[in-house]
């Protein structure tokens, strides 16, 4: 144990690389930002090396700060929770989690009994949005996101990425032998995923041009309930069609499958105490879910 560095300094370190800030780390941490920075340097000067730049208005880690990280973050986070283990716990703490909606209600809702019957402990507030930023950043302390790479911080988690089939009513589904015969139907279009429908046509070579008037829903939940009804034909991702598919609500067409062009993201924490035994739990449960 002769190595092992001083634990209130790698708070401090672990705060301010986190917040990116000797103030925010300053406010989380009870102190001053004298102090804080102190004990940064502290931590700097027992290693014989220089773990953040310091900029005017942030820090950013050096290339061995980079490193570091990773380790002394989960290091306190497993410290945290083997006390809470221990000790008990004085009092509930809720995690917010915020999802897409239909993420929310087709993929992390139906398995959050489970995981509430495991950890009675841990209060979970699911937000769920149409939108992803309806919610402030600031009262959110695990946040999950859907989009292509492009959007998201270089920072963020990568836990899927997402495919779409097209999808019916059992009895319609099994009629349909041909995409033609498919393209012949209502085509349920989902609003900011409509090319899906193009690029199934690209695919397998038979134009969309000329068919039939089609319907417009702004959420996955909307289109599989007019699929279920026997409306139309939806192209939905095959993660939230997985439960329609296994209630027998709903059947694939053709076993056609096209890549969406997106992923499901894990964003950098940005809530209260992100680096909590709780908050750490919940994020462990979502990353598995995705596996």
Request: aromatic share 16%; net charge positive; proline share 7%.
């Given at each position: 144990m002769s190595d092992l560095p001083n634990l209130v300094w790698l708070r401090a370190f672990e705060a301010a690389a986190r917040l990116k800030s000797f103030t925010a780390a300053a406010e989380e941490l009870g102190l001053t930002q004298a102090a804080v920075s102190h004990q940064v340097r502290s931590l700097e000067k027992s290693f014989g090396i220089t773990l953040f730049i310091r900029r005017s208005r942030h820090l950013e880690l050096t290339q061995l700060g980079h490193a570091y990280y990773p380790s002394v973050a989960q290091a306190l986070t497993d410290i945290a929770y083997s006390t809470r283990g221990l000790l008990g716990h004085a009092q509930t703490r809720t995690v917010t989690l915020r999802a897409p909606v239909s993420t929310a209600?087709?993929?992390?809702?139906?398995?959050?009994?489970?995981?509430?019957s495991a950890h009675p402990h841990i209060r979970i507030r699911l937000i769920s949005a149409v939108w992803a930023g309806s919610t402030q950043d600031e009262d959110v302390d695990i946040d999950l996101r859907?989009?292509?790479?492009?959007?998201?911080?270089?920072?963020?988690?990568?836990?899927?990425t997402e495919s779409v089939i097209p999808a019916a009513q059992p009895q319609l589904a099994a009629q349909l032998q041909s995409v033609d015969q498919l393209f012949g139907q209502t085509l349920i279009h989902i609003h900011g995923y409509q090319d899906h429908w193009l690029r199934l046509s690209e695919q397998e070579g038979v134009p969309l041009k000329d068919r039939g008037a089609p319907l417009y829903v702004d959420t996955s939940l909307a289109a599989i309930e007019l699929a279920a009804s026997g409306t139309g034909v939806a192209m939905l991702m095959r993660r939230y069609a997985e439960l329609p598919l296994s209630q027998g609500r709903l059947a694939p067409v053709l076993d056609a499958e096209i890549p969406m062009g997106q992923g499901?993201?894990?964003m950098p924490a940005a809530g209260e105490a992100p680096n909590s035994a709780e908050t750490a739990l919940v994020r462990d449960w979502i990353v598995s879910l995705f596996c």
């Open positions: 209600v087709l993929w992390v809702a139906p398995r959050l009994g489970a995981f509430h859907l989009g292509p790479t492009g959007w998201f911080d270089r920072r963020a988690h990568l836990l899927s499901h993201y894990l």
